[in-house]
Each structure stands twice: as C-alpha cells, then as structure tokens.
Nanobody, 121 residues
C-alpha cells in the first residue's frame, strides 16, 4: 500500500508565499511523474505543476513564474514553492504520484488527501 501525505497549506495574504510538501510512503520500487493539482469550489480539478523522475518540469500558464516544483527522490517527496500568491490560487491542493511498487508491478496513480490553501487579506 502507498500513501501520499501533504503538508504546508494554510492562510496567507495576497503576495505571500507558501511551501507545500508531499511525502510518499509504503511499498515503493520506483516513482515516476509527480505533480500538484488543485480544485477550487465549483471548479474542475486542474494540473498546477508536474515533474518527471529526471527533473523535467511542466507548469500551468496561470502559475508560471510564481510557482516552482521540485522533488527529492531519496525522500520520495515532492515540493511546491508558491510565491506571489493571489486570491485565485485559493483551492485544495492535491499531490499525485505514479508509483511502481515492485519490479513486476504496473504504474499506479496515487493521490494525497489534499491540503487547503487560502489566499485572503
């Protein structure tokens, strides 16, 4: 069994910063792509940023230049540094990881439980 646990959300003023972390634990042979999604009330879940196991990054246009995704493969952890936060960044942020549990296992998508980010004055 694999678990993803997010941390680092909270309330921040516009223009402020937050750093999210997501640690994967359990039976893990290899982790492929990792990413952060967000879902605001009444809106569809959207990809915020993703990073491959080799460090190639992809960002949503709305966060380019403000957010930075990174990962520590030794710790099975992915981070999201969020700067210059805006009210429209308010959402539940969810971590996603493509995990292979054994050498013979398929690639399985796992999700964290989500962490709330609220940007408000």
């Amino acid at each position: 069994q694999v678990q993803l646990v997010e941390s680092g959300g909270g309330l921040v003023q516009p223009g402020g910063s937050l750093r999210l972390s997501c640690a994967a634990s359990g039976i893990i042979f290899r982790i492929g792509d990792m990413g952060w999604y967000r879902q605001a009330p009444g809106k569809q879940r959207e990809l915020v940023a993703s990073i491959t196991s080799l460090g190639m990054r992809n960002y949503a246009d709305s966060v380019k230049g403000r957010f930075t995704i990174s990962r520590d493969n030794a710790k099975n952890t992915v981070y999201l540094q969020m700067n210059s936060l805006k009210a429209e960044d308010t959402a539940v942020y969810l971590c996603n990881a493509a995990v292979v549990s054994t050498w013979a296992s398929p690639n399985v998508q796992h999700w964290g439980q989500g962490t709330q980010v609220t940007v408000s004055s």
